[in-house]
């Protein structure tokens, strides 16, 4: 017995000794064409003793929940990297700086959620293609995943996949550090709006995929973000456009470079339900009803004049109601105003007859005496 487990301890020291020799378990290695494949075997980590010729290493359908640098130790010649399907949901920092000659990475079908700000950090700036489609664990974790695609220099990267993670918006200066990206793919999202300097740093990008999303339109802000990248061409097909005045300018950009997108006669309207499945390029700016919206306008405007006749009249009858309830007082004021005027009236008028007469005005006198 003990000769035994002895014996299996020393094959398993062999095995890490003799690295480039043998095939880890569950792993089919082909020392010919550089590849180690561990496609679904269960495995809950990255397996130890994948031979160093590696070039292409496939460790899929697996259960790894999480990756870190000491996974990847010695295996400078790796230049595509699969993880796909597993359900990693946490990379530390600096996973893949070990992997120097690092081309291909692919993260699909997991579930990121613990994304270290350096987990992408890789020091010899040899990476072209990141696939991260279906790769969150849910759309929060593009706050971490951003951060973490700013702080690695991915200058030389040309491709990015971010398809499939119900992301609704991205981080601004997401980008910003991708001075090289060609594509860009953000299918299958929900991504309600381009705003801001999100595309700030893409000014090479040759393809942009924003169809099946959740744009209604594109604003003057996502315009603005469309002329970042003249070159691009754009797949913008899939998308609930609202034919509403606010998409005028959009059909305009789509009339005059129709060319740039790529999916041009697949843009229709969903809404409103009148022009539901028009085509984008058909809708004129007669239908869009932006002369309705002045009219409503003048509408509101005499809307507001009638309830301000309306108060006006109300204000008015109010005040007379207090008039009524008052009327007595009132009655005895104008009776009392008109007894005193009247009062000072026969005073004023007897007076002046008194003046005006001197015969009179010295029997005044003489009565005053
Ligand atoms: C790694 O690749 C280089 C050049 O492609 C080669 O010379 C070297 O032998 C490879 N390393 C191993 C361990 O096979
Ligand atoms: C960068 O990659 C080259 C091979 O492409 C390698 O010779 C060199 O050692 C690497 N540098 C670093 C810092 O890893
Ligand atoms: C990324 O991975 C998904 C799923 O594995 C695949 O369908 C897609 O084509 C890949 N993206 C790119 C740009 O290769
Ligand atoms: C996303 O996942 C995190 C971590 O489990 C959780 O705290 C958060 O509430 C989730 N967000 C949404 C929008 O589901
Ligand atoms: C779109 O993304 C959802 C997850 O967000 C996924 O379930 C669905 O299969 C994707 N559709 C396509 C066509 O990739
Ligand atoms: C975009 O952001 C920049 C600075 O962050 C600001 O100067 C500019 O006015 C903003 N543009 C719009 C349209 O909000
Ligand atoms: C699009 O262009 C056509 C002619 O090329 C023009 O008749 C039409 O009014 C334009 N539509 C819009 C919304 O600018
Ligand atoms: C819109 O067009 C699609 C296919 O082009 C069709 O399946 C759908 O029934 C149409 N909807 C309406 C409301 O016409």
Redesign the pocket.
């Known amino acids: 017995m003990l000769v035994f487990v002895l014996r299996v301890a020393f094959a398993l020291l062999c095995v890490h000794a003799t690295r ?1 020799a043998l095939c880890p378990a569950g792993c089919e290695c082909s020392e010919a064409a ?1 590849t180690v494949k561990c496609v679904s075997k269960d495995l809950q980590d990255i397996p130890t003793g994948i ?3 590696t ?1 292409n290493l496939f460790i899929t359908g697996n259960h790894i929940r999480r990756i870190g640098p000491e996974c990847f130790k010695g295996l ?2 790796v230049t595509t990297l699969s993880l796909s399907n597993n359900r990693i949901s946490e990379v530390e920092s600096h996973t893949f700086s070990s992997l120097r000659n690092l081309r291909s990475l692919d993260l699909s079908s997991n579930q990121l959620v613990l994304i270290h700000p350096e987990a992408f950090t890789m020091h010899n700036h040899t990476l072209r293609e990141l696939n991260f489609s279906r790769a969150l664990y849910n759309h929060s974790s593009v706050t971490n995943l951003a951060t973490a695609l700013r702080w690695s220099s991915l200058d030389t990267l040309l491709g990015l996949d971010l398809s499939s993670n119900g992301l609704i918006f991205l981080p601004p200066h997401m980008f910003f550090h991708m001075s090289s990206l060609r594509r860009l793919h953000l299918a299958n999202n929900s991504i309600v709006a381009i705003t801001n300097e999100t595309l700030l740093g893409l000014e090479h990008l040759e393809e942009l995929d924003l169809s099946h999303n959740a744009l209604k339109t594109f604003n003057k802000e996502g315009l603005m973000e469309l002329e970042r990248i003249p070159k691009a061409k754009l797949h913008l097909g899939q998308n609930p456009y609202t034919c509403t005045c606010g998409i005028e300018s959009f059909i305009t950009l789509l009339n005059t470079s129709w060319d740039r997108v790529v999916d041009v006669e697949h843009l229709v309207c969903v809404f409103p339900v009148e022009l539901r499945n028009i085509s984008l390029l058909l809708v004129r700016k007669m239908v869009l009803g932006c002369h309705h919206v002045e009219e409503s306008n003048n509408l509101a405007l005499q809307t507001s004049y009638v309830f301000l006749g309306i108060v006006l009249g109300f204000v008015g009858l109010m005040f007379l109601f207090v008039l009524y309830l008052n009327r007595k007082g009132i009655k005895k004021r104008i009776y009392e105003m008109r007894d005193t005027c009247r009062e000072m009236w026969e005073g004023y008028h007897y007076r002046y007859e008194i003046d005006s007469d001197p015969r009179l005005s010295q029997l005044s006198t003489s009565a005053d005496v």
């Open positions: 480039s550089h031979p160093a010729y070039r400078d010649n």
